[in-house]
C-alpha cells in the first residue's frame, strides 16, 4: 500500500504539503530574518508522527484491554546532532494518560506494544535514534 505527498513552494522556505487523503499543513524552514515561521519545520513534523502513531496506538490497545482511557498527551522531544545531516540521535516520547482506575501494568504495555511491534513511525526513526519513553497516569474526574 503506498502512501502519496505532494509539497509544493509557497516562497522563501515556506511549502504547502497535502497528503493524499487532501488533508494540508504548511512547513516552514529557517524564516526570513524578522519574521516568525508560520509553519511547522519538517523536522518536527517527524516528531509530530511519532506522537500520534504512537497516540492512536495507545488508545486503541487500552480500549481493547478495556481500561476505562479518558485522554493520552503525549509529549515528544528530540535531540539532533550536530553537523549535517543533522538527525536525530535521541527522542523522548512521555505520556500522559488520563482515566478511571487505569493499571499502570496496562499502560505501560500498550506503550511497550506501540513502540516494540505497532508503530511504523517509532520504529523507523528508532533506527537512527536512540527511542525512550516514560509515562505518568492522571486519574479523571
Known amino acids: 500500500m503506498a502512501n502519496k505527498a505532494r509539497v509544493k513552494w509557497i516562497e522563501g522556505s515556506r511549502f504547502i504539503g497535502e497528503s493524499g487523503s487532501g488533508h ?11 519574521r516568525s515561521p508560520i509553519g ?6 517527524l516528531l509530530l508522527g511519532l ?3 504512537s497516540s492512536i496506538d495507545v ?3 487500552l480500549e481493547k484491554a478495556r481500561e476505562k482511557v479518558t485522554d493520552v498527551v503525549v509529549e515528544v ?21 488520563t482515566g478511571h482506575g487505569l493499571k ?7 506503550i511497550k506494544l506501540s ?17 525512550t519513553h516514560d509515562f505518568e497516569i492522571v486519574e479523571a474526574d
Open 24 to 34: 494540508a499543513v504548511v512547513m516552514e524552514g529557517i524564516a526570513p530574518e524578522g
Open 40 to 45: 511547522i519545520s519538517p523536522m518536527e513534523m
Open 51 to 53: 506522537g500520534g502513531c
Open 59 to 61: 488508545v486503541m490497545i
Open 77 to 97: 522531544e528530540g535531540e539532533r546532532a550536530g553537523e549535517i545531516p543533522k538527525v536525530y540521535t535521541h527522542i523522548h516520547a512521555h505520556y500522559i494518560v
Open 104 to 110: 499502570p501494568a496496562a499502560v505501560e504495555r500498550a
Open 115 to 131: 513502540a516494540e511491534k505497532y508503530c511504523s513511525a517509532t520504529i523507523m526513526l528508532a533506527a537512527t535514534a536512540e527511542v
